[in-house]
């Protein structure tokens, strides 16, 4: 079964949401205000040869547009044709909005036994706030264990808290899809919330984990881990890479292939828990060895004995090997395809108003 997702929502989190289930196959269309559509089609420079801002490019493939004014009462109507044919509604409107606009998701729940609504917010379906990832990356914990020690608190270079809900936000209405599959499913079952807030507190994992345990409040550490060591950053000769070991038996390979082998003999640090009370020890005698030679040749020494570690590359480096494309962005992380660049604004619009979900037909 190709799913058809009616797709109201803009910026990121919803857009990563529905690029997912686009590049797995369903059929999706992207509904855009008319003249400006989706805020992110001006985030710019970069622009492309053909005017698409870079960041918009980044998660809208595999969609069809549609410049709808759902003020006006026909292309509510035609929206509301595409939501009684479509299985999934996604949305990141404020709390009352669509209601207020004639869409009210309660009732088209009710009207479309079939349809499954997912609403992404910021903090929450009882919340008006607006929920930007960088708000939410300060209020969610995230800023306070990033940086170093002694520095300020530190965003994410990427806007993490909203890429995390819309994976949340995918997976959820793929549970409900198979869900639906096995049976009808009752109105409160086909409601699915995601906020930014829960997904970016959800995604502490161990940290969060660590305060629970420990009664202690996290804090910044760097390039380092809280919990285990070496695991961490260290300048060779030429450039920075990482090591990061994960077990007893890693520790001790780390040290002979640096050429430490008192320290791989030495009892006090044959443990995490030992390694951990010896920090100090440990990260300046492997700073210091490191520095000698270049990052190349501790890589390949790490690398086989099964070490894991690696290089610091830049974005541009990181492409380099990687399946991407400037306009239809990087290959799909799911087993999905690549079918359609990102549209331009209402490019479907006529198309659709026509045919509706037809328009999808070869």
Not at 98 to 122: K, Q, Y
């Amino acid at each position: 079964m190709k799913l058809k997702v009616v797709d109201l929502s803009r910026v990121l989190a919803g857009p990563v949401c529905s690029m997912m289930l686009g590049d797995l196959g369903a059929d999706v269309i992207k509904v855009e205000r008319p003249g400006e559509g989706d805020e992110t089609r001006g985030w710019g420079p970069p622009f492309s040869s053909d005017g698409q801002s870079a960041y918009f490019l980044a998660v809208n493939r595999n969609k069809k547009s549609l410049a709808a004014d759902l003020a006006d009462e026909t292309d509510r109507a035609t929206v509301l044709d595409l939501i009684s044919g479509a299985d999934v509604v996604l949305e990141n409107f404020l709390s009352g909005s669509l209601a207020r606009l004639g869409l009210d998701p309660d009732r088209l729940l009710e009207d479309n036994p079939e349809l499954i609504w997912c609403t992404i917010s910021g903090f929450g379906p009882e919340s008006s706030r607006p929920g930007y990832d960088f708000v939410i990356q300060a209020e969610c914990g995230w800023m306070s264990i990033t940086g170093e020690r002694d520095g300020s608190p530190m965003k994410v270079g990427v806007a993490l808290a909203d890429v995390v809900a819309g994976k949340d936000a995918a997976i959820a209405i793929l549970a409900a899809i198979a869900e639906r599959g096995a049976g009808s499913l009752p109105a409160e079952k086909r409601r699915i919330n995601i906020s930014l807030a829960d997904s970016a507190r959800a995604a502490l994992v161990n940290v969060a984990q660590n305060v629970l345990v420990s009664g202690s409040d996290a804090k910044r550490w760097g390039n380092a881990h809280p919990n285990l060591v070496p695991y961490q950053l260290f300048d060779a000769a030429d450039r920075p890479v990482v090591i990061a070991v994960g077990s007893d038996g890693q520790w001790r390979a780390c040290a002979l292939s640096l050429g430490l082998d008192d320290f791989a003999a030495d009892e006090a640090l044959a443990t995490n828990a030992g390694r951990l009370k010896h920090r100090d020890r440990v990260v300046t005698a492997l700073a210091a060895r490191i520095a000698e030679l270049g990052a190349q040749h501790w890589i390949d020494r790490l690398q086989s004995v099964s070490v894991p570690c690696g290089l610091v590359r830049t974005v541009a480096e990181t492409l380099e090997v990687t399946d991407a494309d400037a306009h239809t962005g990087v290959r799909p992380s799911v087993p999905g395809s690549v079918r359609m660049p990102p549209p331009k604004l209402d490019e479907h619009g006529d198309a659709i108003r026509t045919l509706g979900w037809r328009a999808f037909l070869p």
